[in-house]
């Protein structure tokens, strides 16, 4: 019963084919015993090998240029004009077609992005900051001008400024994104990071890959009810898979909550949602349109069992793994 949480993730867009349900309904989305409902592996002495752990220099680099992607502030160049490749350049357009012409005075694409075609980015690449050059091409819906998308256009393009991002992990850096003093300090907080995460995501996903789900909570019927009358004939199918997956999974999560004695209120929803809107930028409202109560809800106990699992699980070394291994595998012969 192995489910990936991308999955489950993926799903939770399904709700959006169906509304938003009023959140005082998270009592009945959760009105149910799971444990009646799954046979819950013991998971209060989950055992993870340190091999299974192991953390590479690539994979904290990795962590590293994901972090100074989004979160480390750009650098405008000064020091030359020459547009390069993985240039940040602030651009203006002036873009005309045969009925109207619209002006965008500032948009800032990244060379080698490709996102308006390779033939653009090649153009950029010939160009210098101040540089006003014409292009003759198709409006790209990421631009988001509706009344012309997708028509061909006469464009008019001026560079107007270049940034380039931070590719380097500085102590100032450092110091800004993990609050710490210097490089090998945020390496070693990133290691501890992914560390945790691996050492979460194994020991859930023995959980998940070993519980049986007896029956599915009342809650699973009324959904599914829903989705399938919602849905087209030709979806209907995958739907149902998915709707499927996302309640044995949910069944879990509310079995181990219960087994710890967690219990939920509307006010540790709305904490949930607004852990959420915080977490995405996306309003309450476009949470619940995408997401639903139910999202909500399986969000809610998973980031609560996430923090508790850690405390039931012991790093072994290599060998002590293997001579476990080898044990169970004698007393399974044994017993037969």
Sequence with gaps: MKQSRNIVSLFLLIFCLFGCQNKKTVIRELDFNAQ??????????????????QVSEQDIDAVISMELATKAELQEVTDRKKIEANDITVLSFHIRTAQETKTIPEFYYEVGSELFGQAFDKQLLLHNTGDIFSLSMTV????????????????????EQLFQKENELTPEIAKKIYGVETVREAREKIKESIIAGRTFDIAYQRILSSSKVLKMP????????????????EASENIEENVNDFFTEYTVLKAITEQEGISYSIESWDQALNRLVQETSLSEEEILDSYGTYGVCYEMMYEDVKKLLPQ?????????????SICNNKEYIASD
């Excluded at 009646?36 to 752990?53: A, K, M, Q, T």
């Excluded at 790209?140 to 560079?159: C, F, M, T």
């Excluded at 009342?218 to 004939?233: H, I, L, P, R």
């Excluded at 039931?312 to 476990?324: G, M, Q, W």
């Design 36 to 53: 009646e409902c799954v046979l819950l592996s013991d998971y209060h002495f989950i055992r993870i090998s340190s091999e299974e752990l």
């Design 140 to 159: 790209p819906s990421l631009l988001s001008v509706k009344s012309i998308s997708g028509k061909h256009a006469q464009w008019e393009i001026k560079v």
């Design 312 to 324: 039931y699980v012991t790093i072994v070394s290599t060998t002590e793994s293997k001579e476990e």
């Design 218 to 233: 009342s809650v699973y019927a009324n959904f599914a009810a829903m989705t399938k009358d919602s849905a087209s004939s």
